[in-house]
């Protein structure tokens, strides 16, 4: 009896791009992921200045943008998962941010 062996790769993200409306992730393998902003509050409040200023971590398993204070997976975009920041959480951030002015 002969096994199949199956070699699990992650794709990782390598360029990032985010609009008004539409998180851009382009990934590896040559594949892009487009996502609706809305699933990452941070991001949607985030300005255009403070979007542009993301870095890969994990070797490009995910994406951090430091001034936003916002992490994605790669692999939870592939499989569909907003965030999932509490109500809670999102409105002590954004309300720290009016205090801070950086909305």
Known sequence: MSTLAIELRLAKAQDVKVTDDELIVALD?????VVPLVWYPRLLHGTAEE????????GGQGIHWPELDE???VAHLLAGIPS???QKSLQKWLASRKKSGST
């Open 84 to 86: 999932g920041e509490s």
């Open 71 to 73: 992490d994605i997976s």
């Open 29 to 33: 393998d040559g594949r892009t992921i």
């Open 51 to 58: 979007r542009k200023k993301w870095r890969l971590i994990g």
